[in-house]
């Protein structure tokens, strides 16, 4: 009860990232981690964790468990247990800021309805922090620090120190979960510290700032990147080179025989093309 669902309206404004956080389920327990967007936006299945989540563990056994959330903010409900992706492969790991990536083993499919989150290796120091985990293994929660960030350290890992949470907090199994700055920018994930139900201080987050020079191999190198929605946008493509009409028309009740018409502006071939409408005006 002391934690926020992420169902909850004060989540609203973090739908997307919601969608890019996961479940761990380790060899010995639990942890939390989020899929990271890349520069070439390619949809590579990219996962940032703890590093201290994958002491002693055999990372190809974890299974990642997408949108485990309660469907009400209250009472707390189950929530759906069958999107899963099964298995991953440790692309690097230090101890210096507790950071981990992984690549997983499948490419969560289009019905998970997952996003790509974005990230800032700026190092700029935030003006308020969100995080989005799974404390204890429980279902997906979200927690807010309204103040700065600090940089700190945590047994010799450089990490932003949160000095209290101001709505929520964490617990065991919220390691490797995603800070994300004001911007919604992930900065971090966390390694450890004091805070737990009944006590909201002293949290420690490894710097993705520092993490990055290790990370860019895999990621690209533009410092700074907005999260991205794989189902918005087929996989490989830019969407600017793309021209869609007559969209329009399937919400157009006089309109006979309707047609939508993506033409491709281009200069790499392409062998097909998926778009999904919800002619009810809801989301695709």
């Not at 327990?29 to 899929?35: A, H, S, V």
């Not at 499919?109 to 997952?114: D, E, K, L, M, R």
């Not at 992930?186 to 004091?194: A, K, T």
């Not at 009409?245 to 502006?265: A, R, W, Y």
């Amino acid at each position: 009860e002391c934690n926020i669902n992420v169902i909850c309206p004060e989540g609203d404004p973090w739908r997307d990232q919601i969608r890019s956080v996961a479940l761990i389920q380790t060899d010995g327990g639990y942890c939390t981690g989020t899929l990271l967007n890349n520069c070439a936006q390619d949809g590579t299945p990219y996962f940032l964790t703890a590093n201290h989540c994958t002491q002693g563990e055999n990372v190809s056994n974890w299974v990642f468990r997408f949108k485990w959330e309660s469907p009400t903010c209250t009472p707390t409900a189950n929530g759906p247990t069958k999107k899963t992706v099964s298995g991953s492969t440790l692309l690097v790991n230090s101890a210096g800021s507790d950071v981990a990536l992984l690549q997983l083993n499948t490419t969560p499919p289009a019905s998970y309805q997952v996003y790509y989150a974005g990230w800032d290796a700026s190092g700029a120091a935030p003006s308020s922090q969100t995080c989005i985990h799974h404390p204890s293994g429980d279902i997906k929660k979200i927690s807010f620090d309204n103040n700065s960030a600090t940089p700190g350290t945590y047994n010799s890992a450089q990490c932003w120190h949160i000095l209290a949470w101001d709505d929520g907090t964490t617990e065991p199994g919220s390691s490797g979960s995603g800070l994300w700055n004001q911007d919604h920018h992930l900065i971090g994930q966390l390694f450890g510290g004091q805070a737990q139900c009944g006590n909201n201080v002293n949290d420690y987050f490894g710097r993705f700032d520092v993490s990055y020079p290790l990370l860019d191999n895999w990621l690209g190198a533009c410092e700074m990147l907005d999260g991205w929605d794989a189902n918005a946008t087929p996989l490989g493509l830019d969407a600017q080179l793309l021209s869609i009409t007559g969209i329009e028309d399937l919400c157009n009740e006089g309109t006979l025989n309707p047609s939508i018409t993506i033409k491709n502006n281009g200069t790499t071939a392409l062998s097909s093309v998926t778009y999904t409408y919800d002619v009810d005006g809801g989301p695709p």
